[in-house]
């Protein structure tokens, strides 16, 4: 139609320029939220965006899961055969989750030692969107959070969004949270009277230390949370891919398997072990808060994809989650020790770490004087990447860090990327 009908000017909302000229909207600030204006740019996906046009980088940025390990041949047969099955399978599905993968998933925690109903599981778009989820659902401007020094950026991001008065870090020691100064913490909060209302951990090689909680300090955890009516939120993406020997079923075991009145919130998804594109992961909680949860998950996507949800149901089912789970493994253990032994040949007593037992991650500390951005800049020049240590402390601290993700470099890669490290 012509630019000046009044059919052009409806399909164009009347945006219709008068006189053949447009006035550019301009500085966009002045139309922003206090959460618009605060949102931060996450540090591990700024550097996806370095390395994505630059085939010669060598990433130890992003936790990837290693791409050439996809059940790709599988994954296509179970999409032949959704796809000439009913249509239903593209069509809206429940927000709570597609049934069948819900008494899936409850098998599956049963394999983790958690008893848990359906109406007790979210399926949600990640675990990512759980934690926003908790966020809205639960967490106000005036309340107390505490997260692990250092923690996942995803935390810090959908915690911050919530706008509490504390968002505090609670220091780590060689074996993980450090309950001392959980103490602390917790009583400096109470004086200024805002006790904690949630804490965050990655027990399960932690992200970004790659540290395994004792299970001692769990339940020690978990007694903390009733005597200071607390809750916790326990993220688990990496409690499958321990690596035998080193740790076991029993060590990765859920703070969750011991909770027994409810206050510990756990999220898990198939992103590190199926594949992350599917966007499937699942929250168990006590049932009268999934029921909030998935209101407010409605109206932020109705509910998750639904073929998504069904390929994840079937990989159960056929049992290629089970199939992979053992190479990837191996897969991660062979990188990690990859990437030590290049460490160690080339950066022994210039840079020292923490040995991870599984997961995709390690975490080093840097001689002293070295900053982690300035590093990170020179590093760049020799066309190498890795994420700054302080982008995973909620007080900015931890300048003296890096995090180097091993589980998406293949090991012909891993050698040269650590020579390029230690030129830098």
């Given at each position: 139609?012509?630019?000046?009908?009044p059919r052009?000017?409806?399909?164009?909302?009347?945006?219709?320029?008068?006189r053949g000229?447009?006035?550019?909207?301009g500085?966009?600030?002045?139309?922003?939220?206090?959460?618009g204006r605060s949102?931060?740019?996450s540090?591990?996906?700024r550097?996806?965006?370095?390395?994505?046009?630059?085939?010669d980088?060598?990433?130890?940025?992003?936790?990837?899961?290693?791409?050439?390990?996809?059940?790709?041949d599988?994954?296509r047969?179970?999409?032949?055969?959704?796809?000439t099955?009913p249509?239903d399978?593209?069509?809206?599905?429940?927000?709570?989750?597609?049934?069948?993968?819900l008494?899936?998933l409850?098998?599956?925690?049963?394999?983790?030692?958690?008893?848990?109903?359906?109406?007790e599981?979210?399926?949600?778009?990640?675990s990512?969107?759980?934690?926003?989820l908790?966020?809205?659902?639960?967490?106000?401007?005036g309340d107390?959070?505490?997260?692990e020094a250092?923690?996942?950026?995803?935390?810090?991001?959908?915690?911050?969004?919530?706008r509490?008065r504390?968002?505090?870090?609670v220091?780590?020691?060689?074996?993980?949270?450090?309950?001392?100064d959980?103490a602390?913490v917790?009583a400096r909060?109470?004086?200024e009277g805002t006790?904690p209302?949630?804490?965050?951990?990655v027990?399960?090689?932690q992200?970004?230390?790659?540290k395994?909680?004792?299970?001692?300090?769990?339940?020690?955890?978990l007694a903390?949370?009733?005597e200071q009516?607390?809750l916790?939120v326990?993220d688990?993406?990496?409690?499958?891919?321990?690596?035998?020997?080193?740790?076991?079923?029993?060590?990765?075991?859920?703070?969750k398997?011991?909770?027994?009145s409810g206050r510990?919130?756990?999220?898990?998804?198939?992103?590190?072990t199926?594949?992350?594109?599917?966007?499937?992961g699942?929250m168990v909680?006590?049932?009268?808060l999934v029921?909030?949860l998935?209101?407010a998950?409605?109206?932020?996507d109705?509910?998750?994809?639904?073929?998504?949800?069904?390929?994840?149901?079937?990989?159960?089912?056929?049992g290629?989650?089970d199939?992979?789970?053992?190479?990837?493994?191996?897969?991660y253990?062979?990188r990690?020790?990859?990437l030590v032994?290049s460490?160690?040949?080339?950066?022994e007593g210039r840079?020292?770490?923490?040995l991870?037992?599984g997961g995709?991650?390690?975490w080093?500390?840097?001689?002293?004087g070295e900053?982690?951005?300035?590093l990170?800049?020179?590093?760049?020049?020799e066309?190498l990447?890795?994420?700054?240590?302080?982008a995973?402390?909620?007080d900015?601290?931890?300048?003296d860090?890096?995090r180097l993700a091993?589980?998406?470099a293949?090991?012909?890669?891993?050698?040269?990327?650590?020579a390029?490290l230690?030129?830098?």
């Amino acid at each position: 139609p012509k630019a000046s009908s009044p059919r052009a000017r409806r399909l164009s909302g009347g945006r219709v320029p008068r006189r053949g000229r447009t006035v550019p909207l301009g500085d966009v600030d002045r139309f922003l939220s206090p959460t618009g204006r605060s949102l931060k740019v996450s540090a591990i996906r700024r550097m996806g965006t370095v390395a994505a046009p630059h085939p010669d980088v060598i990433s130890f940025a992003a936790g990837y899961p290693a791409a050439d390990l996809f059940p790709l041949d599988e994954l296509r047969a179970i999409a032949d055969d959704l796809l000439t099955g009913p249509p239903d399978v593209i069509q809206y599905g429940p927000t709570g989750g597609y049934a069948p993968l819900l008494e899936a998933l409850a098998g599956e925690m049963a394999r983790r030692h958690v008893t848990v109903s359906a109406e007790e599981l979210l399926i949600t778009t990640g675990s990512q969107q759980g934690l926003d989820l908790i966020a809205r659902v639960l967490v106000a401007p005036g309340d107390a959070v505490l997260v692990e020094a250092p923690t996942f950026t995803g935390a810090l991001a959908a915690s911050a969004n919530a706008r509490p008065r504390w968002l505090a870090g609670v220091r780590q020691d060689a074996d993980g949270l450090d309950l001392d100064d959980l103490a602390r913490v917790t009583a400096r909060l109470r004086r200024e009277g805002t006790p904690p209302k949630l804490l965050y951990v990655v027990p399960n090689f932690q992200n970004p230390t790659g540290k395994l909680l004792p299970q001692d300090r769990r339940l020690a955890l978990l007694a903390w949370a009733e005597e200071q009516d607390c809750l916790i939120v326990e993220d688990d993406p990496y409690g499958a891919l321990y690596f035998e020997g080193e740790a076991s079923p029993d060590a990765v075991r859920p703070l969750k398997a011991a909770d027994e009145s409810g206050r510990v919130l756990y999220l898990s998804s198939f992103s590190k072990t199926l594949a992350p594109g599917f966007r499937v992961g699942w929250m168990v909680a006590p049932a009268p808060l999934v029921e909030r949860l998935e209101t407010a998950k409605e109206t932020g996507d109705l509910a998750s994809g639904s073929l998504d949800q069904r390929m994840a149901f079937e990989a159960m089912r056929r049992g290629v989650v089970d199939r992979l789970v053992p190479r990837l493994r191996a897969t991660y253990r062979a990188r990690r020790d990859a990437l030590v032994a290049s460490l160690r040949s080339k950066l022994e007593g210039r840079l020292s770490w923490t040995l991870p037992h599984g997961g995709f991650f390690l975490w080093a500390t840097l001689p002293e004087g070295e900053r982690d951005e300035s590093l990170l800049a020179r590093a760049l020049e020799e066309r190498l990447i890795f994420v700054s240590g302080s982008a995973f402390f909620v007080d900015g601290s931890g300048h003296d860090t890096i995090r180097l993700a091993f589980s998406a470099a293949p090991e012909s890669l891993i050698d040269e990327g650590v020579a390029r490290l230690a030129r830098a």
